[in-house]
């Protein structure tokens, strides 16, 4: 530790910022399956940092608190801006962002450390980087997209009114990161792990159905209500809602409505999922009175 | 698959049970195991009963995997209809002992005179449905992961309360039938005389043990259902917007707020009922409703002989004051 203190005060040039150590714990586990650990950092203070130029402080020293030589935290990330959603992890003990996650603030909140956990909802692959392939199964299983594929040019679709692109909008900013998942109560983890007999194809499929037993969750469904207002994206309307009333459907919602507190873009998630309740409703009278 | 050591027939409710938790729970996932490996024998066609419950194989999804949906809506509406409106109905009739016992008697005479309908109409509206919401219930809970130590939003702390008010309620409404309830006179309880209603329920809520677990249960029910009605109407869609959710609560908020005082003056009234005062009202009005019948009254020398039909006189008010000394209410 004041090897470290000390390193750092001659790259600086002795400014009295860089005498500051910032305390850092981060869970880690060394292979999906394997038992996770505690280990902690400590990372030469410098103005404006986030969690994510912490763990390239943490990745360079290749250090431990205590001195000792260890493989560098994995993490994963790419936009840097809150845009790309890879680089969610549970910074002292929430869901979000670590791009965004400002370390003057963190040490506001706690001056003693910042802890770093992987996301507690999906298997993790390595230290902070987690499979989220569920994530997006989810959006496939509600059909997040607007069919357009065809072998001839349809021309082009229906005018959107600004007032339809103002509620769609907002919508439309969800970046998959999975923090309205990993804070939902409703949403457990599902952990697949490949038999050694088991082909890919295998494999994926038993998983799929895993993660389909599972609830879909918040950004699906709110995907789901984006997709069906949408003048092209509503002519599947109905193949969305039967995919949102299955098994691990919107009826799974428990209303905690922590979806829509920890949302980094602020996505009306839970008026999402009241609309697609209010949509379920009469496409289910409808189903029982059409039929 | 083993074959079963335990006869079908006593595991199918099990399996009902833990089918919904299956899914979702690593816990129940061994139950399922274990309920899954007793049904799979050749003594029942799994063609029928057995496929409707047990937890199935992934290509071959149960009943309730099927109709999740239907069931969690429906689970979603019997907490408002019929729970959500006995509930209702059972404290503003209970609350009803503040006008003095015999206006309390009059009512329990009116609902016991549905005579031997009284017992069905109990278990198809009541018991059943409560049975049904709570085991709903409970895979809810089962399969749920509360964090509120994480995110501690108000959301999230009702939603929390939610499912302990629901564990609270069930485990006080078994005590409280079995106190209070016929049925549960073979258990030493059976407390409450529907001639002696007001005599009958004051003693029995008479310790003070007793009083603070009833306001409990009675509080805990009263969070539970307005809170349900809040969840209620996003469930089914009815209030979809931020502001519209903000003044759906604050409606929920009003009717557990009067709901709760119903309940809570229901239990003081109850407690505060002069016992020998009530007796009397109570045996005048069970003589009247016998001389009604053409029976006799208890220990009245005319029995046999059918007295002309004449209006109950029903207590007046001076006389149902008297039996409710006037603290505390």
Not at chain 1, 168 to 176: D, G, R
Request: proline share 6%; glycine share 8%.
């Amino acid at each position: 530790m004041i090897q470290i203190a000390e390193k750092s005060d001659a790259a600086s040039a002795g400014a009295k910022e860089s005498d500051r150590i910032v305390r850092v714990r981060v869970l880690r586990q060394d292979a999906p399956g394997q038992e996770s650990y505690w280990e902690r950092h400590a990372v030469p203070y410098e103005p404006t940092m986030n969690v994510i130029s912490i763990l390239q402080r943490i990745a360079a020293m290749a250090q431990s608190q205590d001195g000792r030589h260890v493989a560098p935290v994995a993490w994963d990330c790419n936009c840097l801006e809150e845009v790309c959603g890879s680089c969610t992890m549970l910074v002292n003990g929430r869901t979000r962002m670590a791009c965004t996650a400002l370390v003057d603030k963190l040490l506001e909140e706690n001056p003693e450390e910042i802890e770093l956990k992987p996301m507690s909802k999906f298997p993790v692959v390595r230290d902070l980087v987690v499979d989220r392939q569920r994530v997006f199964r989810a959006l496939e299983r509600v059909k997040a997209w607007v069919p357009v594929d065809g072998s001839y040019d349809h021309g082009s679709g229906p005018r959107i009114s600004p007032d339809e692109q103002e509620e769609a909008y907002p919508l439309s900013t969800c970046m998959s990161c999975g923090c309205c998942l990993e804070a939902c109560p409703q949403y457990t983890k599902s952990e697949v792990v490949q038999r050694d007999d088991e082909s890919a194809e295998d494999f994926d499929k038993r998983r799929k159905a895993a993660f389909d037993r599972g609830f879909i969750g918040a950004h699906a469904i709110s995907q789901a209500m984006l997709f069906n207002s949408h003048p092209t994206g509503k002519m599947i309307a109905d193949e969305r809602l039967k995919a949102i009333t299955s098994q691990g459907g919107i009826q799974m919602c428990g209303n905690a409505q922590n979806c829509v507190a920890v949302c980094p873009k602020h996505i009306p998630l839970t008026r999402s999922i009241a609309r697609a309740g209010r949509a379920a409703t009469v496409w289910a009278i409808k189903k029982l009175f059409d039929r | 698959m083993a074959v079963a050591a335990v006869s079908p027939k006593s595991i199918l409710p099990l399996a009902c049970g833990f089918d919904f938790i299956a899914a979702r729970c690593s816990f129940s996932r061994l139950a399922a195991v274990l309920c899954s490996r007793h049904v799979a024998v050749d003594r029942i066609d799994p063609s029928t009963i057995t496929r409707l419950f047990v937890s199935e194989s992934e290509s071959n999804p149960s009943f309730v995997t099927r109709n999740q949906f239907l069931i969690y809506r429906l689970f979603s509406l019997s907490g408002l209809v019929p729970v959500g409106a006995f509930l209702v109905v059972h404290l503003l009739t209970n609350a009803s002992v503040l006008a003095g016992p015999g206006a309390f008697q009059s009512r329990v005479d009116l609902i016991h005179s549905l005579g031997p309908l009284l017992v069905p109409i109990e278990w198809v509206f009541i018991f059943l449905p409560m049975l049904f919401h709570a085991t709903v219930g409970f895979a809810i809970i089962a399969g749920g992961l509360p964090n509120v130590g994480s995110y501690p939003y108000a959301g999230n702390v009702r939603y929390t309360l939610q499912r302990a008010t629901g564990m609270i309620v069930f485990a006080f409404i078994i005590w409280h039938l079995i106190q209070l309830h016929w049925m549960g006179a073979a258990l030493g309880g059976g407390q409450f005389d529907p001639h002696h209603a007001s005599s009958s329920a004051a003693v029995a809520l008479q310790p003070a043990i007793v009083g603070i677990l009833y306001a409990v249960g009675i509080v805990s029910a009263v969070f539970h259902l307005s809170n349900g009605l809040w969840t209620l109407g996003i469930t089914w869609g009815l209030w979809t917007s931020p502001a519209a959710m903000r003044r759906a609560s604050w409606v929920s908020i009003v009717v557990g707020v009067l709901l709760g005082g119903v309940g809570l003056g229901a239990l003081v009234g109850m407690r505060n009922v002069n016992v020998e005062d009530a007796k009397v009202i109570e045996d005048r009005m069970e003589g009247v409703k016998r001389m009604l019948e053409g029976q006799p009254a208890a220990g009245s020398p005319a029995a046999g002989v059918r007295a002309a039909p004449q209006p109950i006189s029903n207590p007046s008010p001076a006389a149902s004051t008297t039996g409710v000394s006037t603290t505390g209410i």
